[in-house]
Every structure is written in structure tokens, then in C-alpha cells.
């Protein structure tokens, strides 16, 4: 439904067509384009969108709606505006300085504040809302009965978990846990438990390999894993303790001793797991909690400073990086953005479809929500099982009303069930969507179907590292524009900046790289064991003083690529660098290359995204052989099965192809641009510059097929494409 802005009503820009020049990315460009862009450009074609208006209903309750906050959270009441933030939270001693800017950029918000997060998000809504569900657990199997429970049944199990990690581990504050757990409600338990103590949780998303986490558990120094027997999945009971034992012998490999295994059971009264238990390192959670029935464990008070948690993301080089998040900046900026993007209230009750093992899931499943006292729905399984009706489903059983999830979702049940939602009787006021761009289409489906035309959407643009949102509409007050994640969180500072550090200025036209210039409550504090590659990632690019303790000298690298259009919106082109985003998950070129390289045949392997229309991107593999080994199916096999077991099932290659040789540039650098063109039917371009040249027809011709180049890349296509190389 289309209206006018109500607050500035000459405000709709014309739909027009705009072409866009990004600097920094590695698609090459077709057509009468090529001439004018250099290898290290894309072109970005769309048209703009119109804009889509808040209803009068949803404004008349929403938690902002005052667009004086923009005026309020401007620049010059900067840091202090995060007050308002903060003051959501409980503190059990106030802060004296709200931004320590004095080891930039390792920013400190809140110092001289203490607090305790799991009182924050269970004790301190016993008052009101002792009775009122916090959780609602939606198993996979459809006629398994939901799991609710109250404030005060979470605050009783969060305590006898405290007590356990606390007495029978000998856990405490500062300590890590690693927890490999699938979506159950003993995960966030587990984790707010951990908080109880100051102990810091590293989740580690259920669907990685046991390998994957016994990396994480060697490099976040965890001497207890927290994992769960058994769960399903599309139908199917998984067996999850075997990773464990995967996990614990990996991270011993490496020197780390894993001295306990928690394992928490799926039932009640059977195992899920066929997987032994080992005597003396391994015990059910269940039967250990029977000692601690009705125990209590005293907040421990933590300075707002001191890590909550680690969350491991992959980068474009190296091992994966352990993001570490505050406890005060944190809770304060995912309590403020959920209830004022989300427009969460007490009484909401909320769906997330994310997983908790990923950050989406731990601000705005556990942390945000539960702060902001609302309910907080858990789905084990996959979003279509049995069917795509089953989402409608939950959310008219348990009378959803904020839904959040990602494209990919939106496009796989816009595939499977589009007029599913049509069904059933549930009503959104409001909706998120998060991971990566949304193709105006799949937004319109969402707003038009899913939301009734009456949902408004928040398009949230935020990163592992950003801890909560940082571009988005405020729903009460701005505007929707399909495909565009709009304007700057009030407090947050963007800019679009070039190679060389000069301001894109808005609405011209072109792309860059979007950088925050300034710092907020919910950025990440370091890289856990390695703060230099910290400030190299994200800050060393546009800094030109290492010495200054101003935060103006030290602007945010976020590695997307962007635009601002004259109106101000923001609309994020995807990463700069080669990160793969499948399905939402981003996933390292580097990190499957390495695992391609663990088979002894191979020699080489590259790595691209090829654009898939329901995941967004999926990996395909490129590998040559060693000299004298023979191109055999069976070793595309064992490179895909070394991909599945060392990074997971969700970075499985879509094809793995054995070719005679990597295109290289005359430096030896392979060139993954002319590979990716070649995988996504593109035209490969100017090849003149490569040592190699005449290997990359001969692979054009093994993927493609002979005869002319299939397709010609459309706008499109290039636009889709430049996310992710
Ligand atoms: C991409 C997920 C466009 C982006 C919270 C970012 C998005 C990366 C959006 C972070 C969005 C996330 N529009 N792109 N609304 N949200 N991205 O660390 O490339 O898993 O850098 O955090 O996802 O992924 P991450």
C-alpha cells in the first residue's frame, strides 16, 4: 500500500533508473560497460523503488515515533544520546564515563558501571511478569507438545544450571565455555547461565562439523564443551554427541584438554544419541541437575566492560576471528534496537527464525527480546518441515505477532507455499528481515503476502562484529524502500568512502565502501588472542594516525560495498572481499580452500559463489590435481566430503570441477573473477593480462559447454553477483 509521507510529504523521490560504480570489488563488467571500468570496479544497475508507509495502527502503539530522535542521537549529543540506551538496563552501580576513547580503538562504553546480564533479561522481570511466558519451544515433529516457560521457571532453571557450571565444573568469571548446541530452550539457559557467573559463552552453530568446533574450542580456550545428545532435523533425529567426541579429539590435536562434556538430552526419558558416553569426561546435564534442584546463585556483578561472549566469524583470510562482546555497551545497544526497531513490548510475542548459533540469534533471540521482558518463540527445525505452511502454522498456534527472518528463508517458502500464508490467521504488526540484500521481489511477496500489506518491515543491515542493527528503518517513523536498508540507527554515522578515503557524497550515484565513523554501545571489543589483527581488519584502512585517541580518526571498515541514494537510504551491495554468503552464513573462501588442500591429490583450489536463487550464493569448487594424479570423480568426491566434515554440511560445493590449471595472473595470484564469471554463465572479459590465458577457454568450455558463451550477463546478474567478489 502506497501513501504519501506523512511527515514530509514532497519527500518521494521519482522512480528513476541510476547505474552505479563500485569501487574495490572484483567483477568485471559486459557489454559497452567494459571499456570504461577498470578490473577492480562493478557496475550496480536498479531501478529505484517507491516507498511504503507505516500504517496509522502500527504507529499509534509503536515504541518510537518521535522523529525528533534523529536530533537527539546527532552528532553533537554523541556519546552521551547512548544514555538512553543504557538507561533501559539495570545497573547494580551507574557508569562515570559513558566512552573511553583512550586505547582507540578498543572503545570502552559504560566504564565504572557494573552490571549482571541475566538479571538484566530473567530476575528483574519477576516482579511483573513472574507468570507471563518467556520462552516458547516449538519442537520439529508437529505433534510434539510446545515447551513454555515462565519467568520464573527460566530463572529457576538458569540458576540451577549457574550452579552447576559453577560447583561441579569450577567455572568463573572470565572463564570459556564452548557449547555446540542445536535450538532448544537449554541453550539459552546454558547461556544465561554462563552470564550468571561472568563466564564467556562461545556458541558455535549446531549444523558446524564437530571438527569446526573443536577449532573454536582450541582457540577460544575452553576446558568444557556444552552439547546436547540428539535433535531433528527435516524429519530426521540427528545424532549430535558424535560431534563432541569429534570435537574434543580435534582440540586435543591441537593441546587443548577438554575436561568435561556436558550433554544435555533431547527427552526426557530415553538417549537420543546411539554415540557412548565416555565415563569420567562425559555427563547428562539432566541427571547432574538432579544435585542442584532449587539452588540459587547470586548475579556476579561485572564490569561493562568484560566480555559476554565470543562469536567466531569467518573473514576472508586466516582462521575464523573470535568476535568478543561487551556486557553493558552490548545488552544496552540490542536491548534499544529491539524495542525501538522491532518495537518489542513486554507483551509481544516475538518469533526470531534465526538460529542462536549465529549472532542474529544471540542479540535478537536471547539477549534483546529477553531484556525488553517479551516472549521469545524457539523453532528446533527447518522453516519448511513437514511442509511451507508450517511457519503460518506456529505463528497462528502461539499468536505471533514480531516476526523476524532472512531472504533466503523469505525466498524458500515464497517458493515451496506462495499463498501458504493465506491460510492461517495470524497477524504481524511488524517484520525484520537480516543476513543479506533482499531482491525487491522477495520484499514485496514478504510485505504483500506475508505481512498483509499491515506488517511494516525493518531491512537490517549489522554485521557479528556490529552486535545489533546499524542501517534500518525506525518503523513508526520512516519509510519502507524494497531492496534498501535506509537510513543510519540514530548514533550511528555512516559514510561511503572510496579507495583513497574521500566521502562518496550521497546521491551521487556511486558505490564504495561504507564505513561507521564512529563508535557504539554494541561494537566488539577485540578479536579474542589477537588484537592486532583487530585494528588491521577493521580499523587500519582509513586511519591515518595510529596514535590518536579520537574516535574521528578511527572509522569502522564494515568490508560491504554501498551506496546512499538522494534520499539518504542506504542500500548495502554485499562484501568487498571474498566471503561467500550462503544462505545468510557467510563462509571463507580461505577456510574451504583449506579444506580442499587437505586432500593430498590436490593442488590448487579456488573457490567462488554462484548465484543460487534460494540461497543467494553456494560455493562451487575449482581444484587441480597434483602432477601425475588422474582427473577422477572419486577425488571431487572426497573434496567435497573434506569441505562437509571440516566446515560443515551448509558449505557442501555445488559442483567440485577438476581443471588442468588455476587462471593466474603473472604474479601467481589465481584469478577467482574469471572463475566466477565462468561458473555464473558470464562473460569471462579481458584476459590479456594472464599468465595463462588459453586455460581459461578451456574451462569456460568444461563448465559451459562448447559453443559461444551461453549467456551475456544482465544488469541483474551483476548486481547480484558483486556481492561476494
Ligand atoms: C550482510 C549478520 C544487506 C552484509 C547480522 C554483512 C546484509 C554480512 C544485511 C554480515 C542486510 C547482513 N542487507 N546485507 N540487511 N544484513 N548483511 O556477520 O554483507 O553473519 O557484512 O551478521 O551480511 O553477516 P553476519
Given at each position: 500500500?502506497?501513501?504519501?509521507?506523512?511527515?514530509?510529504?514532497?519527500?518521494?523521490?521519482?522512480?528513476?533508473?541510476?547505474?552505479?560504480?563500485?569501487?574495490?570489488?572484483?567483477?568485471?563488467?559486459?557489454?559497452?560497460?567494459?571499456?570504461?571500468?577498470?578490473?577492480?570496479?562493478?557496475?550496480?544497475?536498479?531501478?529505484?523503488?517507491?516507498?511504503?508507509?507505516?500504517?496509522?495502527?502500527?504507529?499509534?502503539?509503536?515504541?518510537?515515533?518521535?522523529?525528533?530522535?534523529?536530533?537527539?542521537?546527532?552528532?553533537?549529543?554523541?556519546?552521551?544520546?547512548?544514555?538512553?540506551?543504557?538507561?533501559?538496563?539495570?545497573?547494580?552501580?551507574?557508569?562515570?564515563?559513558?566512552?573511553?576513547?583512550?586505547?582507540?580503538?578498543?572503545?570502552?562504553?559504560?566504564?565504572?558501571?557494573?552490571?549482571?546480564?541475566?538479571?538484566?533479561?530473567?530476575?528483574?522481570?519477576?516482579?511483573?511478569?513472574?507468570?507471563?511466558?518467556?520462552?516458547?519451544?516449538?519442537?520439529?515433529?508437529?505433534?510434539?507438545?510446545?515447551?513454555?516457560?515462565?519467568?520464573?521457571?527460566?530463572?529457576?532453571?538458569?540458576?540451577?544450571?549457574?550452579?552447576?557450571?559453577?560447583?561441579?565444573?569450577?567455572?568463573?568469571?572470565?572463564?570459556?565455555?564452548?557449547?555446540?548446541?542445536?535450538?532448544?530452550?537449554?541453550?539459552?539457559?546454558?547461556?544465561?547461565?554462563?552470564?550468571?557467573?561472568?563466564?564467556?559463552?562461545?556458541?558455535?552453530?549446531?549444523?558446524f562439523s564437530g571438527e569446526a568446533c573443536g577449532a573454536r574450542?582450541?582457540?577460544?580456550?575452553?576446558?568444557?564443551?556444552?552439547?546436547?545428545?540428539?535433535?531433528?532435523?527435516?524429519?530426521?533425529?540427528?545424532?549430535?554427541?558424535?560431534?563432541?567426541?569429534?570435537?574434543?579429539?580435534?582440540?586435543?590435536?591441537?593441546?587443548?584438554?577438554?575436561?568435561?562434556?556436558?550433554?544435555?538430552?533431547?527427552?526426557?526419558?530415553?538417549?537420543?544419541?546411539?554415540?557412548?558416553?565416555?565415563?569420567?569426561?562425559?555427563?547428562?546435564?539432566?541427571?547432574?541437575?538432579?544435585?542442584?534442584?532449587?539452588?540459587?546463585?547470586?548475579?556476579?556483578?561485572?564490569?561493562?566492560?568484560?566480555?559476554?561472549?565470543?562469536?567466531?566469524?569467518?573473514?576472508?583470510?586466516?582462521?575464523?576471528?573470535?568476535?568478543?562482546?561487551?556486557?553493558?555497551?552490548?545488552?544496552?545497544?540490542?536491548?534499544?534496537?529491539?524495542?525501538?526497531?522491532?518495537?518489542?513490548?513486554?507483551?509481544?510475542?516475538?518469533?526470531?527464525?534465526?538460529?542462536?548459533?549465529?549472532?542474529?540469534?544471540?542479540?535478537?533471540?536471547?539477549?534483546?527480546?529477553?531484556?525488553?521482558?517479551?516472549?521469545?518463540?524457539?523453532?528446533?527445525?527447518?522453516?519448511?518441515?513437514?511442509?511451507?505452511?508450517?511457519?503460518?502454522?506456529?505463528?497462528?498456534?502461539?499468536?505471533?505477532?514480531?516476526?523476524?527472518?532472512?531472504?533466503?528463508?523469505?525466498?524458500?517458502?515464497?517458493?515451496?507455499?506462495?499463498?501458504?500464508?493465506k491460510k492461517y490467521r495470524y497477524h504481524f504488526k511488524c517484520?525484520?528481515?537480516?543476513?543479506?540484500?533482499?531482491?525487491?521481489?522477495?520484499?514485496?511477496?514478504?510485505?504483500?503476502?506475508?505481512?498483509?500489506?499491515?506488517?511494516?518491515?525493518?531491512?537490517?543491515?549489522?554485521?557479528?562484529?556490529?552486535?545489533?542493527?546499524?542501517?534500518?528503518?525506525?518503523?513508526?517513523?520512516?519509510?519502507?524502500?524494497?531492496?534498501?536498508?535506509?537510513?543510519?540507527?540514530?548514533?550511528?554515522?555512516?559514510?561511503?568512502?572510496?579507495?583513497?578515503?574521500?566521502?562518496?557524497?550521497?546521491?551521487?550515484?556511486?558505490?564504495?565502501?561504507?564505513?561507521?565513523?564512529?563508535?557504539?554501545?554494541?561494537?566488539?571489543?577485540?578479536?579474542?588472542?589477537?588484537?592486532?589483527?583487530?585494528?588491521?581488519?577493521?580499523?587500519?584502512?582509513?586511519?591515518?594516525?595510529?596514535?590518536?585517541?579520537?574516535?574521528?580518526?578511527?572509522?569502522?571498515?564494515?568490508?560491504?560495498?554501498?551506496?546512499?541514494?538522494?534520499?539518504?537510504?542506504?542500500?548495502?551491495?554485499?562484501?568487498?572481499?571474498?566471503?561467500?554468503?550462503?544462505?545468510?552464513?557467510?563462509?571463507?573462501?580461505?577456510?574451504?580452500?583449506?579444506?580442499?588442500?587437505?586432500?593430498?591429490?590436490?593442488?590448487?583450489?579456488?573457490?567462488?559463489?554462484?548465484?543460487?536463487?534460494?540461497?543467494?550464493?553456494?560455493?562451487?569448487?575449482?581444484?587441480?590435481?597434483?602432477?601425475?594424479?588422474?582427473?577422477?570423480?572419486?577425488?571431487?568426491?572426497?573434496?567435497?566430503?573434506?569441505?562437509?566434515?571440516?566446515?560443515?554440511?551448509?558449505?557442501?560445493?555445488?559442483?567440485?570441477?577438476?581443471?588442468?590449471?588455476?587462471?593466474?595472473?603473472?604474479?601467481?595470484?589465481?584469478?577467482?573473477?574469471?572463475?566466477?564469471?565462468?561458473?555464473?554463465?558470464?562473460?569471462?572479459?579481458?584476459?590479456?593480462?594472464?599468465?595463462?590465458?588459453?586455460?581459461?577457454?578451456?574451462?569456460?568450455?568444461?563448465?559451459?559447454?562448447?559453443?559461444?558463451?551461453?549467456?551475456?550477463?544482465?544488469?541483474?546478474?551483476?548486481?547480484?553477483?558483486?556481492?561476494?567478489?
Amino acid at each position: 500500500m502506497r501513501q504519501r509521507n506523512p511527515y514530509n510529504p514532497d519527500s518521494t523521490p521519482r522512480p528513476h533508473e541510476v547505474r552505479h560504480v563500485m569501487a574495490g570489488a572484483r567483477t568485471q563488467v559486459t557489454g559497452e560497460d567494459q571499456s570504461r571500468l577498470s578490473e577492480a570496479e562493478i557496475a550496480v544497475h536498479w531501478k529505484e523503488e517507491a516507498l511504503y508507509y507505516p500504517g496509522p495502527k502500527f504507529i499509534g502503539q509503536a515504541n518510537w515515533t518521535d522523529p525528533g530522535v534523529m536530533e537527539r542521537f546527532s552528532e553533537k549529543n554523541f556519546p552521551e544520546c547512548f544514555r538512553e540506551f543504557a538507561d533501559l538496563l539495570t545497573w547494580d552501580q551507574y557508569w562515570h564515563t559513558t566512552l573511553d576513547t583512550s586505547k582507540a580503538p578498543f572503545w570502552k562504553w559504560f566504564v565504572g558501571g557494573k552490571l549482571n546480564v541475566s538479571a538484566n533479561c530473567v530476575d528483574r522481570h519477576l516482579a511483573m511478569y513472574a507468570n507471563k511466558s518467556s520462552l516458547i519451544w516449538v519442537p520439529e515433529p508437529e505433534d510434539e507438545p510446545t515447551v513454555v516457560l515462565t519467568y520464573q521457571e527460566l530463572y529457576n532453571r538458569v540458576n540451577e544450571m549457574a550452579a552447576l557450571l559453577r560447583d561441579h565444573c569450577g567455572l568463573k568469571k572470565g572463564d570459556r565455555v564452548t557449547i555446540h548446541m542445536p535450538m532448544v530452550p537449554e541453550l539459552p539457559i546454558t547461556m544465561l547461565a554462563c552470564a550468571r557467573l561472568g563466564v564467556i559463552h562461545s556458541v558455535v552453530f549446531g549444523g558446524f562439523s564437530g571438527e569446526a568446533c573443536g577449532a573454536r574450542i582450541v582457540d577460544s580456550g575452553s576446558r568444557i564443551l556444552v552439547t546436547m545428545d540428539g535433535y531433528y532435523r527435516s524429519g530426521k533425529l540427528l545424532d549430535h554427541k558424535v560431534n563432541a567426541d569429534i570435537a574434543v579429539a580435534a582440540a586435543e590435536k591441537e593441546g587443548t584438554k577438554v575436561e568435561k562434556v556436558l550433554v544435555w538430552k533431547r527427552f526426557r526419558d530415553k538417549a537420543a544419541s546411539p554415540t557412548p558416553m565416555i565415563a569420567g569426561r562425559d555427563f547428562y546435564v539432566n541427571d547432574v541437575l538432579k544435585q542442584f534442584a532449587g539452588a540459587k546463585v547470586e548475579p556476579v556483578s561485572i564490569p561493562a566492560e568484560d566480555p559476554l561472549f565470543l562469536m567466531y566469524t569467518s573473514g576472508s583470510t586466516g582462521k575464523p576471528k573470535g568476535c568478543q562482546h561487551s556486557s553493558g555497551g552490548y545488552l544496552a545497544y540490542v536491548t534499544g534496537t529491539s524495542k525501538f526497531i522491532q518495537d518489542i513490548h513486554p507483551t509481544d510475542i516475538y518469533w526470531c527464525m534465526a538460529d542462536i548459533g549465529w549472532i542474529t540469534g544471540h542479540s535478537y533471540i536471547v539477549y534483546g527480546p529477553l531484556a525488553n521482558a517479551a516472549t521469545t518463540v524457539l523453532y528446533e527445525g527447518v522453516p519448511t518441515y513437514p511442509d511451507a505452511g508450517r511457519p503460518w502454522r506456529i505463528a497462528e498456534r502461539l499468536g505471533v505477532n514480531i516476526f523476524h527472518t532472512s531472504p533466503t528463508a523469505i525466498r524458500s517458502l515464497r517458493k515451496l507455499g506462495p499463498d501458504e500464508p493465506k491460510k492461517y490467521r495470524y497477524h504481524f504488526k511488524c517484520m525484520t528481515t537480516v543476513g543479506e540484500p533482499i531482491e525487491p521481489e522477495a520484499w514485496k511477496w514478504y510485505y504483500e503476502v506475508v505481512g498483509r500489506s499491515e506488517a511494516v518491515i525493518t531491512d537490517t543491515w549489522w554485521q557479528t562484529e556490529t552486535g545489533g542493527f546499524l542501517c534500518t528503518t525506525k518503523p513508526g517513523i520512516d519509510p519502507m524502500k524494497p531492496g534498501s536498508a535506509g537510513p543510519p540507527m540514530p548514533g550511528i554515522y555512516p559514510a561511503i568512502l572510496d579507495e583513497q578515503g574521500n566521502e562518496i557524497p550521497t546521491g551521487s550515484g556511486r558505490a564504495g565502501n561504507i564505513v561507521i565513523r564512529n563508535p557504539w554501545p554494541g561494537i566488539f571489543e577485540t578479536i579474542w588472542g589477537d588484537p592486532d589483527r583487530f585494528v588491521k581488519t577493521y580499523y587500519a584502512k582509513y586511519n591515518k594516525n595510529k596514535s590518536s585517541t579520537d574516535w574521528h580518526d578511527w572509522p569502522y571498515f564494515a568490508g560491504d560495498g554501498a551506496l546512499r541514494a538522494p534520499d539518504g537510504y542506504i542500500r548495502i551491495l554485499g562484501r568487498v572481499d571474498d566471503v561467500i554468503n550462503v544462505a545468510g552464513h557467510r563462509l571463507g573462501t580461505k577456510e574451504l580452500e583449506s579444506a580442499c588442500l587437505t586432500v593430498p591429490e590436490v593442488a590448487e583450489a579456488a573457490v567462488v559463489p554462484i548465484v543460487d536463487p534460494e540461497k543467494g550464493r553456494v560455493p562451487e569448487v575449482y581444484v587441480a590435481l597434483k602432477p601425475g594424479v588422474k582427473a577422477d570423480p572419486a577425488v571431487a568426491e572426497k573434496v567435497s566430503k573434506a569441505i562437509e566434515t571440516q566446515i560443515g554440511k551448509i558449505a557442501r560445493p555445488r559442483t567440485v570441477r577438476i581443471v588442468p590449471d588455476m587462471p593466474k595472473t603473472r604474479s601467481g595470484k589465481i584469478m577467482r573473477r574469471v572463475l566466477a564469471s565462468i561458473s555464473n554463465r558470464m562473460d569471462y572479459g579481458d584476459i590479456s593480462t594472464l599468465s595463462n590465458p588459453e586455460v581459461v577457454e578451456q574451462i569456460r568450455v568444461m563448465v559451459q559447454g562448447a559453443g559461444p558463451v551461453e549467456k551475456q550477463a544482465g544488469p541483474d546478474d551483476i548486481k547480484q553477483f558483486g556481492k561476494d567478489v
